[in-house]
């Protein structure tokens, strides 16, 4: 009952209402009608937590980690992620280096209750193979030209060094504006048009031989007797 005189039934003993709250029950012969006195209960319900938003970068490439992350509402005291094995407390979570699609889920908690799981998806992509490449060389002075081969959606890119994130050429070949006499690695990676992700850098060795000076020839000799 809501009310110690017993004159207001709950409807099929429903406590729905967040909150501490006295109600009142009492024992009822179903033959005779008879009542027992009403006593009182202190009953006591925690809210239940909404699903987390979640957030963050849910497509990567192969080789890559991501952090996620879940907003709650203010009935939440933590979020706990799982990844199937595992369980991390925390508003974000960072995933292991991913090599295939995998999947987690995150629920709110408070110190009482927990939300109903989130799934989440974090599609991987892959990673292009590596471009075939082979050395050249040739003179100073000449034009020298690299070149790789791609794959299907994949376009080279051309770099000057392992590190450098400058971009000098995105076709099949590239051919350097001036080289001096010596051996210099030049790297090139594939890129997928679609997804974006890279295969690793290749170096590509360089070899310009240098050109020497033209030769002059003196010739002495003297007049001839007779």
């Given amino acids: 009952y809501r009310d110690a005189q017993g004159a207001n039934a709950l ?13 009142y029950a009492a024992n009822v012969n179903n033959g005779t009608g008879c009542r027992s006195a009403v006593a009182s209960m202190l009953f006591t319900i925690y ?3 909404t699903q987390p938003q979640v957030s963050g970068l849910t497509t990567i490439c192969s080789g890559n980690t991501t952090t996620l992350m879940a907003t709650a509402d203010q009935n939440t005291t933590y979020c706990q992620w799982n990844d199937g094995l595992h369980t991390y407390d925390g508003a974000s979570f ?3 280096v991913l090599e295939t699609t995998a999947s987690y889920t995150v629920k709110a908690i ?3 209750c927990e939300s109903q799981p989130v799934s ?3 599609t991987v992509n ?8 082979s050395s050249v060389a040739t003179c100073q002075g000449e034009v020298l030209t690299l070149s790789a081969v791609s794959e299907t959606n994949t376009v080279c890119q051309w770099f000057d060094d392992a590190q450098s994130t400058i971009v000098l050429g995105t ?3 590239y051919s350097p504006s001036t080289l001096n006499a010596g051996v210099k690695n030049f790297y090139v990676n594939l890129k997928n048009t679609t997804t974006g992700c890279e295969s690793g850098r290749i170096p590509v060795t360089a070899t310009v031989y240098p050109t020497y000076s033209d030769i002059s020839f003196y010739v002495t000799a003297c007049e001839a007797y007779e």
């Fill in 110 to 112: 408070n110190d009482h």
């Fill in 120 to 122: 989440v998806t974090v």
């Fill in 126 to 133: 892959p990673n292009p193979q590596d471009p075939l490449v």
């Fill in 171 to 173: 076709d099949n070949t």
């Fill in 47 to 49: 809210p239940i937590p």
């Fill in 11 to 23: 409807l099929n003993n429903a406590v729905t209402v967040t909150g501490t709250t006295t109600y």
């Fill in 94 to 96: 960072t995933t292991l």
